[in-house]
T-cell receptor, first 107, second 115 residues
Framework: RKEVEQDPGPFNVPEGATVAFNCTYSNSASQSFFWYRQDCRKEPKLLMSVYSSGNEDGRFTAQLNRASQYISLLIRDSKLSDSATYLCVVTGNQFYFGTGTSLTVIP | SAVISQKPSRDICQRGTSLTIQCQVD?????MFWYRQQPGQSLTLIAT?????????ESGFVIDKFPISRPNLTFSTLTVSNMSPEDSSIYLC????????????FGSGTQLSVL
C-alpha cells in the first residue's frame, strides 16, 4: 500500500470556482503534513503546512483528519495562476509524496 | 528558507554515459536529500547525503549507480552512472525537514533525458 494516495485528476474548473482535493495516508504515526505546489517541469514549492486545527492562508484552506487519516486542500475563487499540480506530503521516517493532483483553471 | 542552486537544469545524454548533478546551499546543513521524479510519478527518495560519511541509500538505489559526494556542509553531487533511457527523470536535491513541521526546500531540479 502506498504511503500517500491522491486522486490524480485532472480537475478542470472555471475561474472563480471552489475546488477541493483530498489525500489519504497509511501511517497513523505520521507527524507532519504539507501541501506543495509543482508547476510543469519545475521543483515543488511549499504551499502550506497542515495542522490538526486546520489552517487558512487567503483563498487556501487545509484540513487534517487524523482519525480518518486524510488531508484536504480547499481553493476558493480559483485564479488562472492556480493551475498546477498539488502534492500531498506526509512525514514518517522520510518525506512521502503523493503523485499529485492536476488542476487547470479555465478562463 | 534555504536557497539551493542546482545545475545543470537540463541535459540530454547518450546511453552508457554518466552525468554529475551539483547542488549548492546558501547555508550549512547536516543532511541533503536527492530525489527522483519519473514522468507522471511522485517524488522518490534516492539517498540522504551526510557530510563526513557515506550516503544512505533507499531500497532500490545503489551507490554504484548513483554515487554521491558531500565534501562539506553546503555542497553535494549526485552522479547518474551508465545511463539508460529508464534514467530519464527530474532529479532534485533538497534540504530541511529535520524537525517536526519543518519543511523541505528543493533545488530547481535537473531534467535528464537519456537517448
Amino acid at each position: 500500500r502506498k504511503e500517500v494516495e491522491q486522486d490524480p485528476g485532472p480537475f478542470n474548473v472555471p475561474e472563480g470556482a471552489t475546488v477541493a482535493f483530498n489525500c489519504t495516508y497509511s501511517n497513523s504515526a505520521s507527524q507532519s503534513f504539507f501541501w506543495y505546489r509543482q508547476d510543469c517541469r519545475k521543483e515543488p514549492k511549499l504551499l502550506m503546512s497542515v495542522y490538526s486545527s486546520g489552517n487558512e492562508d487567503g483563498r487556501f484552506t487545509a484540513q487534517l483528519n487524523r482519525a480518518s487519516q486524510y488531508i484536504s486542500l480547499l481553493i476558493r475563487d480559483s485564479k488562472l495562476s492556480d493551475s498546477a499540480t498539488y502534492l500531498c506530503v506526509v512525514t514518517g521516517n522520510q518525506f512521502y509524496f503523493g503523485t499529485g493532483t492536476s488542476l487547470t483553471v479555465i478562463p | 528558507s534555504a536557497v539551493i542552486s542546482q545545475k545543470p537544469s537540463r541535459d540530454i545524454c547518450q546511453r552508457g554515459t554518466s552525468l554529475t548533478i551539483q547542488c549548492q546551499v546558501d547555508s550549512q546543513v547536516t543532511m541533503m536529500f536527492w530525489y527522483r521524479q519519473q514522468p507522471g510519478q511522485s517524488l522518490t527518495l534516492i539517498a540522504t547525503a551526510n557530510q563526513g560519511s557515506e550516503a544512505t541509500y533507499e531500497s532500490g538505489f545503489v551507490i554504484d549507480k548513483f554515487p554521491i559526494s558531500r565534501p562539506n556542509l553546503t555542497f553535494s553531487t549526485l552522479t547518474v552512472s551508465n545511463m539508460s533511457p529508464e534514467d530519464s527523470s527530474i532529479y532534485l536535491c533538497s534540504v530541511g525537514g529535520q524537525a517536526t513541521n519543518e519543511k523541505l526546500f528543493f533545488g530547481s531540479g535537473t531534467q535528464l533525458s537519456v537517448l
